[in-house]
């Protein structure tokens, strides 16, 4: 063990109160303006490929490159908010946020745009620096509400971020995007820089050694692989069910558009709003009772729509929107639940266990859009709904079988750090 005892440490327990609502708000606001720049591009495809002369399938690999960047910052650049302070390192991936951003708003061609692309992916990242840092200025008993405001700040950059861009590349082109990005990334490191707090480190690992340590947090903690292993699977019904709407509403018997497809994104506003909510409820009734109730609400929302074969259009539609609601709702709880777990099973450990979890989520997503588009060409929507509801399902399963049902990650505070 090589944890890092100093007077100025927070407590494992966390401070004995939650720190101001300004700086929280400026927390929430710093993890939406940086991972709501990973979804920027995804609108502006079109323009961007007839400005500069680029294929379809060139172009595609705008946002791949930029998941990408995000999900190899998440693994190789997360743990080192446990080394380092987080304050320099969320500074430092700001800095070059501002800077990728910058690029991709003025490169001549596809060359340097798919490699700042990269480049915006991996620092993005911050967002996830962001909300273990919020943990750990929260004490325990109000770590829930706190994570939730963040998440919503975060869970707004995404909902928001295609909305925005649209309008921008639409109105004053897609460079002006990109700089208009930088510009809200500049503004924000700015505010960082003098509100944000410093943060003790809490281990000497050298980097090899560091990433060496996930596989044995990953092997040591039960609740760590439980909460990454349902918070993907709900990732992979989500994943499925947004991969393929466009295509199912743009065939029989709706024959919608793109825009009206991204319109049904407005959904994910009420899990995005219900966050503090659901923070403060966990904080009252412990996180894994929110973690099933979560589970089963997107259950059940998936497996309602089964019954749109036999439903009118109009109805249809809204049953669409309504179960969207429901299993949105249902995973952003779960997700805070299992962020408020997670957070609290070795709190020298944060960043990591953040990685893993998020990891996790991230295979999800990825497998759910593989397992969506398939579904979708062999069995038709129905398809889609069985997988979606299959996994939820299969999320609920892993919470119902739990062992230590009310506070699962509380007591883990007193374990000793693999650090």
Known sequence: MTSIPAAHDVPLQGPAHAPAIPLVLLLATGAGLAVASLYYSQPMLGLLGADIHASDRAVGWVPTLTQLGYALGILLLGPLGDRYDRRRIILAKATVLCAALLLAGTVPSMGPLLAASLAVGLAATLAQDIVPAAATLSPAAQRGKV???????????????????????????WRAMFVAAAASIALMTAALWRGLPSFAPTTRLAYGALL???????????????????????????????????????????????????????????????????????????????????????????????LLPWMPPQAQLALIVASAIGFDLGIQASLIAHQTIVYGIDPPARSRLNALLMVGVFIGMSTGAVLGSQALAVWGWKGVTWVAAAAAAAALAVRLRTSNPIHEGTCATARTSIS
């Open 147 to 173: 994570v939730g405001t963040v998440m919503t700040g975060l869970l707004l950059g995404i909902l928001l971020s295609r909305v925005v861009s649209g309008f921008v590349a639409e109105h004053f082109g």
């Open 212 to 306: 060496g340590s996930l596989a044995s947090l990953w092997r040591h903690h039960g609740a760590l692989r439980r909460a990454a292993l349902a918070q993907g699977l709900l990732s992979m019904g989500f994943s499925a069910f947004w991969s393929t709407l466009a295509v199912m509403l743009r065939g029989e018997p709706f024959h919608l558009g793109a825009a009206a497809a991204g319109a049904f994104g407005l959904a994910g506003a009420a899990g995005a709003l219900a966050a503090p909510v659901v923070g403060r409820i966990a904080d009252r009734s412990g996180p894994e009772r929110v973690t099933r109730l979560g589970a089963g609400l997107a259950a059940v929302s998936f497996a309602l729509m089964g």
